[in-house]
């Protein structure tokens, strides 16, 4: 899992987006061409848990089923009824969070899965998300921005993904 081999520089770039509108995670997910999906993550081992123990089969929130059919929707809704509990326990309680929430991005051959989650207010992180989509779509393509050499030195990203220009996160006090 490229996350472990990278895991302090990525923990660097994302460092920029954590604890910006209650951001307490950030993982950012590459599906390339051919499916093929690499997760580079600020706690690897959320990603980890779920692959050893098989529960990753019962959690869409990195299912093409949810990524190819929606540009938003929260971790839990896309859990198995039948796993819902024990989702609920491996990737949120363990870790603290209160809610997940992915946003999806197609990029030329690629698509882009940005999942935030908080260890804050759960609901009221959601409809910040919602009503502040392109700040967090912007938060997502800082990091990507910045770890795309980790990518394109793993061969997931190739010469026909579109170039694009760094996106800056622009910071205001809040009133």
Same mark, same amino acid.
């Given at each position: 899992?490229?996350?472990?081999?990278?895991?302090?520089?990525?923990?660097?770039?994302?460092?920029?987006?954590?604890?910006?509108?209650?951001?307490?995670?950030?993982?950012?997910?590459?599906?390339?061409? @051919? !499916?093929?999906?690499?997760?580079?993550?600020?706690?690897?081992?959320?990603?980890?848990?779920?692959?050893?123990?098989?529960?990753?089969?019962?959690?869409?929130?990195?299912? +093409?089923?949810?990524?190819?059919?929606?540009?938003?929707?929260?971790? @839990?809704?896309?859990?198995? /009824?039948?796993?819902?509990?024990?989702?609920?326990?491996?990737?949120?309680?363990?870790?603290?969070?209160?809610?997940?929430?992915?946003?999806?991005?197609?990029?030329?051959?690629? /698509? %882009? %899965?940005?999942?935030?989650?908080?260890?804050?207010?759960?609901?009221?992180?959601?409809?910040?998300?919602?009503?502040?989509?392109?700040?967090?779509?912007?938060? !997502?393509?800082?990091?990507? @921005?910045?770890?795309?050499?980790?990518?394109?030195?793993?061969?997931?990203? @190739?010469?026909?993904?579109?170039?694009?220009? +760094?996106?800056?996160?622009? %910071?205001?006090?809040?009133?």
């Amino acid at each position: 899992m490229i996350s472990f081999e990278y895991c302090y520089y990525i923990a660097k770039v994302y460092k920029d987006i954590i604890g910006l509108r209650n951001i307490s995670h950030f993982s950012l997910n590459v599906v390339d061409k @051919d !499916g093929k999906m690499s997760i580079l993550s600020l706690n690897p081992q959320i990603a980890y848990n779920i692959f050893k123990d098989g529960t990753y089969r019962y959690n869409g929130s990195i299912s +093409p089923s949810f990524y190819n059919q929606y540009e938003i929707y929260t971790w @839990d809704e896309t859990y198995s /009824k039948k796993y819902h509990n024990l989702l609920i326990n491996n990737m949120e309680r363990k870790n603290g969070i209160k809610k997940g929430v992915v946003l999806t991005q197609k990029l030329n051959n690629i /698509k %882009l %899965l940005f999942s935030f989650a908080t260890k804050g207010d759960g609901e009221a992180f959601h409809k910040d998300i919602v009503e502040s989509k392109s700040f967090f779509l912007a938060a !997502g393509y800082h990091c990507f @921005d910045k770890v795309k050499n980790i990518l394109e030195e793993s061969s997931i990203l @190739d010469d026909t993904t579109e170039k694009r220009k +760094p996106q800056k996160i622009f %910071l205001f006090p809040e009133k």
